[in-house]
Structures are given as C-alpha cells and as structure tokens.
C-alpha cells in the first residue's frame, strides 16, 4: 500500500475533507458519495444524535476503498476499512467493511477470512448505510434497488464478480432496506 492521508479525528467534516482527497479525483465516484452521504444526514433523523454523526461520517468514508493509495486486497470495501482500523476507528471501519452486504462479495472473491476480522453490527446504522448506499446510482442519481442491481449488471457483466454478489445478497440487501424503510416511516416529521 503507498502511503495515504491519515484521518486521526473522527468527525463529519474530517470525514468529508478525508473522501474529498481521496476521491475528488473522480466527478463521478465524488458524486455518488456526496449524494450518499446527502442522503445520510436526511435519513439521520432516525437515530439518536452520536448513532446520526455516526451514519454521516460514514456515509462520507464508505467507499474510500476505491482510493488507488488505499488498495490492498483490491476489495473497496475492506481496503477502506482496514485503513480505517489501522488508525484506531474501529466502529467505522465494520461499518465500512460491510455496507451493502459486502460479505457476499469477499466470499467470491476468496476474502471471507479478512472479512471475519470485521464483526457486523446489524445495527439501524448499519441497516441505513445499506439503505443510502444501494439507493443511489454511481454518478449519484437516486435509484430503486432493481435498478441499482441492472445498472450493476450493465456495468460489470452478468458474470462480473461485483454483479453475482449483490445478486447472492440480494434476500439480505432487501431485508436491511426493508428495516431502513420502517425506521425512516416511524421518524417522519407529523
Ligand atoms: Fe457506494
């Protein structure tokens, strides 16, 4: 791994400053984050305060793994997060090894060993990251999840290992949006 820009504090603007240097690079990649983590600090109201900075700055850091500086195993989601654990954001870097049902995608790609070192939390946070991420499109456009999965499919192929993955997780990725979609109807504003 080449050296990479650290991230010592752990806030929702250092999040952002941290994936703006990382990612900025990429206009589209940038505004898929930027629509994620829009789309975070919305949905963040249906969490007590330290569970809703906790969604945002993630939200911000859940694809940092793309970041050429950062790959190791060349699976975005446990390169962000073991750049993440090596700086001691440990809560962050679970929550990042596992968005989006991240699981199904280290199985195939022989990774499920590093993926154990990461327990999932199962959480609401957890559930809405998934949520956040899975509804919007790589240039940031919002997308249902059939869509995001044929966008997928266009994108990398019916055989492409990203494709088979989400279409493995699929039962799973359905469940925590399901359980997103609750939380978010029980805290709209009456
Ligand atoms: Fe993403």
């Given at each position: 791994?080449?050296e990479s820009p650290g991230l010592?504090?752990?806030?929702?603007?250092?999040?952002?400053?941290?994936?703006?240097?990382?990612?900025?690079?990429?206009?589209?990649?940038?505004?898929?984050?930027?629509?994620?983590?829009?789309?975070?600090?919305?949905?963040?109201?249906?969490?007590?305060?330290?569970?809703?900075?906790?969604?945002?700055?993630?939200?911000?850091?859940?694809?940092?793994?793309?970041?050429?500086?950062?790959?190791?195993?060349?699976?975005?989601?446990?390169?962000?997060?073991?750049?993440?654990?090596?700086?001691?954001?440990?809560?962050?870097a679970c929550l990042v090894a596992?968005?989006?049902?991240?699981?199904?995608?280290?199985?195939?790609?022989?990774?499920?060993?590093?993926?154990?070192?990461?327990?999932?939390?199962?959480?609401?946070?957890?559930?809405?990251?998934?949520?956040?991420d899975i509804t919007t499109g790589?240039?940031?456009?919002?997308?249902?999840?059939?869509?995001?999965?044929?966008?997928?499919?266009?994108?990398?192929?019916?055989?492409?290992?990203?494709?088979?993955?989400?279409?493995?997780?699929?039962?799973?990725?359905?469940?925590?949006?399901?359980?997103?979609?609750?939380?978010?109807?029980?805290?709209?504003?009456?």
């Amino acid at each position: 791994m080449r050296e990479s820009p650290g991230l010592p504090e752990l806030t929702v603007p250092s999040a952002r400053s941290a994936a703006l240097r990382l990612l900025g690079g990429d206009a589209r990649r940038w505004g898929h984050v930027q629509a994620v983590a829009a789309k975070a600090a919305g949905a963040a109201r249906a969490l007590a305060p330290a569970e809703a900075e906790l969604l945002v700055l993630t939200a911000w850091l859940h694809d940092v793994g793309y970041a050429e500086p950062l790959m190791a195993t060349g699976f975005h989601s446990l390169d962000g997060a073991q750049w993440l654990r090596q700086q001691g954001h440990e809560r962050v870097a679970c929550l990042v090894a596992h968005h989006s049902c991240a699981s199904f995608e280290a199985a195939l790609r022989g990774l499920s060993k590093v993926m154990a070192t990461y327990p999932d939390e199962g959480t609401a946070v957890r559930d809405l990251l998934t949520y956040c991420d899975i509804t919007t499109g790589p240039a940031g456009q919002a997308m249902t999840m059939d869509e995001r999965l044929a966008d997928v499919q266009e994108r990398y192929g019916a055989d492409g290992v990203v494709t088979r993955a989400l279409q493995a997780a699929e039962k799973e990725l359905s469940r925590q949006l399901a359980a997103a979609e609750r939380l978010l109807a029980d805290s709209q504003p009456m």
